[in-house]
């Protein structure tokens, strides 16, 4: 059986398998509303369900799984009340959305494939069996707008090794399929998608009773070493640097080196807004111990406070709009960004 709208498809097989296919290829699957809201109705359907045992998660096309959510969309809210409350309830539906798929009762089978970045990750991140492939590229790139790592990005950017969560936070980088199963943001490398989800569709998940490992088994048949990545060959200069407690002495931490990791990550750094890199510094530290659950109900705190903010639609316009990569924000250096200011951004 196949439910369709315009923006994601729900389907069922005799097996026991229910298929969610995010299906706006020409947006990279990007979310909106509508599709955030029915996924959490239907995941809320199956997971009473007796009929579906396990849930594959994919993108339509080859190109992406969720390139995340859809900023120029949220970047109307700037024009009005009834704008930013709809914002608002975005936020406040993905989040749950989040939270759901994290603490759901039956195994889902992301399919990682292509680009999964923001809100892409938010929807993967605590699913039981994540899939990256060759074409994988993962990234929270929220710095580039300036924003944050929402979408509980704070809380599992934490659990990387070393301060590498901190790195990839503050960086934006993209990183592929070998430093993303390094940092535990995937499970398995498997080479060809359209096996393994033929494999699992075709296999009676009506009479096991442990999902999960026959699961790991059958993913395991299939899986193989991904291409060499570089975050473990970083981490030492990683963890020299990005320890430090203020993103000021993490810049002049860089600068010192005097080599071309040092030259490279401070420009990196002086690159993005000021006021996205205090904040998302602050956040990393302060609830680096905090629940998945407790995060996201921060970040929707934190992610209204942006959005009352002149610098996120003037980074969402030069990056994602007019394309200048030129922006103009207010607060233009680290100096001007002072602890009051972060420290607002934290209240509601």
């Not at 997971?47 to 970047?75: H, M, P, W, Y």
């Not at 009834?82 to 309830?89: H, I, S, Y």
């Not at 905090?290 to 209204?304: G, H, K, N, P, Q």
Request: hydrophobic content about 40%; charged content about 25%; proline content about 3%.
């Amino acid at each position: 059986m196949t439910t369709t709208t315009t923006e994601v498809t729900f389907s069922t097989t005799t097996t026991g398998v229910g298929i969610i296919t995010l299906n706006r290829p020409k947006a990279l699957n990007s979310l909106t509303h509508t599709m955030v809201t029915t996924m959490v109705q239907q995941l809320k359907q199956w997971q009473t369900d007796q009929a579906i045992s396990v849930i594959v998660f994919k993108g339509s096309g080859e190109k992406g799984f969720c390139a995340g959510g859809d900023i120029k969309t949220l970047a109307s809210a700037k024009e009005g009340d009834e704008q930013f409350n709809d914002a608002k309830q975005f936020f406040v539906d993905e989040y749950e959305l989040d939270l759901l798929l994290a603490n759901y009762s039956k195994p889902i089978v992301s399919l990682l494939n292509g680009v999964v970045m923001g809100g892409g990750v938010g929807l993967t991140q605590g699913t039981s069996h994540r899939i990256v492939t060759k074409n994988t590229k993962w990234a929270m790139p929220e710095m580039n707008i300036a924003f944050f790592p929402d979408v509980g990005g704070v809380h599992f950017l934490n659990q990387a090794p070393g301060y590498t969560g901190m790195y990839l936070a503050l960086t934006a980088k993209t990183i592929r399929s070998a430093d993303i199963l390094y940092i535990g943001a995937a499970d398995f490398y498997v080479e060809d998608l359209h096996e393994l989800e033929r494999k699992i569709v075709d296999y009676d998940w009506t009479t096991v009773e442990e999902a999960d490992h026959k699961l790991d088994e059958l993913i395991g048949s299939l899986a193989g070493e991904p291409p060499q990545g570089e975050l473990e060959a970083l981490q030492n200069d990683i963890d020299d640097t990005f320890h430090l407690y203020s993103v000021e002495d993490i810049v002049a931490k860089l600068r010192d080196r005097g080599d071309a990791f040092g030259d490279e990550h401070a420009n990196i750094l002086l690159s993005k807004s000021p006021v996205s890199l205090k904040v998302t510094h602050k956040y990393m530290l302060d609830y680096a111990h905090r629940s998945l659950e407790d995060t996201l109900v921060m970040d929707v705190v934190v992610a209204m406070n942006f959005l009352r903010n002149k610098d996120f639609y003037e980074g969402v316009d030069a990056v994602l709009i007019k394309k200048h990569q030129s922006p103009n924000y207010d607060y233009p250096t680290l100096e001007d960004v002072n602890d009051e200011l972060v420290d607002s951004y934290f209240k509601a």
